[in-house]
C-alpha cells in the first residue's frame, strides 16, 4: 500500500512504525544492534555539520533581485545589466568576518557583503565587505593575518599582542583599522551598512574596450552604528540580533535595498594615477571617479533552511560573465583560487550543484564527474573534451578582454604612482572627522591598544598613526598611557 505524504521513513524511504522507543532484548535489557533506524538516525546525527568556513563564519542570507535603472552598456557588455528595467534573481549573504559560527552579531569587525547574481550566461559572484578598503595588500600575509584575529593558541582567545603586533609590522593596514574603530565599526543591522567590492574588475564592453570598475551598494535604509557600550549590551542580550533584524523584517515585508554605484577608470588612467588603483589598501577618490549609478538590490525572500541556503552558500570571486573579469589586483587574484579551493574542501567537490549554488537562469554543461554526493553524474555521456559525440564545446569566445596593464613589467614591482604611501588617506580620513568622531575612535583604538603588553608594539603603532596625522597618533598614544598608569 503506498505511504501517505506525511508518514515519517528512514533514509530509504522505509515507514518507521516507532519515534519512541528503540529495540531491546525484552523490555528492559541492552539495546539491539539490528534496530537499523536507531543506528541511522544517529549516525546521521553524527555528521550533520560541516566545518565552519575559517572566515566569515558567522553569517546571514536572504534571496531577492537586482534590477538595473541606468544603461551602463557602454561600459560593459555583461547581459544582466544590458537595459533599466531587467531583474536578475540574487543571493545574498552577510557575515562577520574573525568570529566563529557561534559568535555575536554586534561586534567591532569588518563585514562580508557577497552577492550571488544568477544570469541567464552563469553565475556572478561579487564577493566584498562593508569597507572599501582591506588591511593587507597581498596574499601572501592573508593566513598570518587572520591568524592573529582568530584564538591564540595558548590561551585560546583573541589576544591584543596578536592582533597589534601584526598591525605594527603591517603599516598598509592603518586605513582600514581606522575605518574599523571608526563610528562605522559596528553596524546596528546588516540592513543598515553599505556594501563595496574593495577590489578593482574589469567590464569589457561590445566594442572590446575595457575599464576598470568599483562597486558600492549604498543602503537605502540609511547608515545606522553602535557605540562600543551599545554593542556590547546588545551582544550579550541578543547573539543573533543582525540575523534577526534581517530575518523579521523581510518577514514583515519591509525588503531592505542598496543603490548599487559603481566608479569607472579608464585603462589608460591607471598607470599615470597617484595611487596604486589596484591596491586594496586604497580608494579611489569620488572627486577623481564619481559615483555612477547602475541598479538596486532587493532582499525579499528569507531562505526556508539556513543551513541549506547560508551554510552551504559557497561564493566565487571566479565566477565571471562575459563583459566582467579580474584586474591585477593582488589579493583578488590570490581569493580567485582560495574561496573556491575552501569550499571544495568544506562543502564537497560538488557544491557548485546544491540548489543555492547551482544557476538558476540557465543550465551548467562541463565535464565535471564523479566525488562525493554525485547526484548527476552525467550518465553515459562523454567526460572530455574536444570529443565528437555531441559535446559540450569550448565557445571560442573570451569572458572578459585580458587587458595590459602599463607599467607592469613582469616582475614583482608595482608601478610607482605619486602619493602611493600607506598613510595619506587614512589621515586623510581622520582629519574629515567631526571632533567627537575623533574623540570616539581614539577611544576605540586606545581602549584595545592598551592590553597590548609589549611596548615596542604599541610604539611601532602609535608612530603609523602619526605619519598618518600628528594629531591622531599623539592622542592615542596620551591615552594609552593614561589607560596603562
Known sequence: MPQQPNTLTTESGAPVADNQNSQTAGPGGPLLL?????????????????????????????????????????????????????????????????????????????RGFAVKFYTEEGNYD???????????????KFPDFIHTQKRDPYTGSQEADNVWDFWSHSPEAIHQVTWLFGDRGIPASYRHMDGFSSHTYQWVNA?????WVKYHFKTDQGIRNLTAEAAAALAGADADSHQRDLLTAIDAGSAPSWTLKVQIMPVAEAATYRFNPFD??????????????????????????????????????????????????????????????????RVGINHTRLPVNAPHATVAHNHGRDGHMATNPGGRAKNYEPNSFGGPYESGVPLWASTPVAGVTGTHEAPAHAQDDDYVQAGDLYRLMAADEQARLVANISGFLAQVSRDDIIDRVVGHFRAADRDYGDRIAAAVKDLRA
Do not use: C
Open 207 to 211: 566594442q572590446g574596450e575595457a575599464f
Open 126 to 140: 561579487l564577493v566584498g565587505n562593508n569597507t572599501p578598503v582591506f588591511f593587507i595588500k597581498d596574499p601572501l
Open 280 to 345: 586594496l589598501t586604497k580608494v579611489w577618490p569620488h572627486a577623481d571617479y564619481p559615483l555612477i549609478e547602475v541598479g538596486r538590490l532587493v532582499l525579499d525572500r528569507n531562505p526556508e533552511n539556513v543551513f541549506a541556503d547560508v551554510e552551504q552558500a559557497a561564493f566565487n570571486p571566479a565566477n565571471f560573465v562575459p563583459g566582467i573579469g579580474p584586474s591585477p589586483d593582488k589579493m583578488l587574484q590570490g581569493r580567485l583560487f582560495a574561496y573556491a579551493d575552501a569550499h571544495r574542501y
Open 34 to 110: 539490528q534496530d537499523q533506524y536507531l543506528i541511522e538516525k544517529l549516525a546521521r546525527f553524527n555528521r550533520e555539520r560541516i566545518p565552519e568556513r575559517v572566515v566569515h563564519a558567522r553569517g546571514s542570507g536572504a534571496f531577492g533581485y537586482f534590477e538595473v535603472t541606468a544603461d551602463v552598456s557602454r561600459f560593459t557588455r555583461a547581459h544582466f545589466l544590458a537595459e533599466p528595467g531587467r531583474r536578475t534573481e540574487v543571493f545574498t549573504r552577510f557575515s562577520t568576518v574573525a568570529g566563529n559560527l557561534g559568535s555575536a552579531d554586534a561586534v567591532r569587525d569588518p
